[in-house]
């Protein structure tokens, strides 16, 4: 209950967020840059243990190896992550995801 609470406060209180950098994979749906937590906006990948997750992953981190990313966001899942736009080289990676 205190978690969904704290989320529900996190998403009314944040602004807008823009944020560069390498990304850290976490799954096919979720980088890390600069310790923020970012869920991909508009691609929901499976999870890691169910089939097609660690694919998934594989190609995030083949959209994303080596590259500066580019996200911005304006709201907070129930976990607090941030739910951000993502481009890598004017590549939106919600859309590259779900072309595959």
Not at 26 to 39: K, L, N, S, Y
Not at 50 to 75: F, N, S, W, Y
Not at 83 to 89: I, P
Request: aromatic share 4%; proline share 5%.
């Amino acid at each position: 209950m205190l978690g969904r609470l704290i989320a529900v406060l996190c998403l009314l209180a944040s602004p807008a967020w823009a944020l560069d950098g390498p990304a850290r994979v976490v799954d096919g749906d979720t980088i890390v840059i600069a310790r923020e937590r970012i869920r991909i906006q508009n691609f929901n990948a499976p999870e890691m243990n169910q089939p097609g997750g660690p694919e998934a992953k594989a190609r995030m981190e083949i959209l994303t190896r080596g590259k500066i990313v580019h996200c911005d966001g304006k709201a907070r899942d129930r976990y607090a992550r941030l739910v951000a736009r993502c481009e890598v080289d004017g590549v939106d990676l919600g859309k590259a995801l779900r072309s595959r």
